[in-house]
């Protein structure tokens, strides 16, 4: 029933490092194409901020500093997908998945993915670019040495994820190096032709 409800839509993975802007690209697409923007962390926080009996569960679990069930995250991204059916063109997911078997469960449970949008930046310009943003976001984990520590599990964990969806033909790389505007260019070179 969920495939079914959600067939017309383009459900979009969208990974990158830490500092690669895909946030700021998924602002974008959001304003261009209509999509819905979700991300699992958000999710999970405003679960926690409802109150609800889920997210009471979840805040004890987020506090003894354990993961997150996968089957939790999916019921919640299935939901949140399913609450906006109706008036979505499509669906981001950010930062999803983050390994090759949050991708598989997701198409058990939802439906497979559309495209994996690979925002890919080097790691010295991710670097520098969370060290900017660390000036004013006053974010403890935007120091040189977490920094790096988070691009090293990052990459651990995406190259899996990249290679698994590059055998499915689905994998779309937009090089971010450059200006907001250029990689926006790039990223709308992928996603004019899933009309």
Known sequence: ????????????????????GKGTQCERIVQKYGYTHLSTGDLLRAEVSSGSDRGKKLSAIMEKGELVPLDTV?????????????ESKGYLIDGYPREVNQGVEFEKKITAPTLLLYVDAGKDTMVKR????????????????TIKKRLDTYYKATEPVIAYYEKKGIVRKVNAEGTVDDVFKQVCTHLDVLK
Not at 13 to 18: A, K, L, M, R, T
Not at 74 to 86: Q, V, Y
Not at 131 to 143: A, H, M
Request: net charge neutral; hydrophobic share 40%.
């Open 74 to 86: 999916l019921d919640m991204l299935r939901d949140a997908m399913l609450a906006k059916a109706n």
């Open 1 to 20: 029933m969920v495939a079914e409800k959600l067939k017309n839509h383009k459900i979009i993975f969208v990974v990158g490092g830490p500092g690669s």
């Open 130 to 145: 969370l060290l900017k943003r660390g000036e004013t976001s006053g974010r403890v984990d935007d120091n040189e040495e």
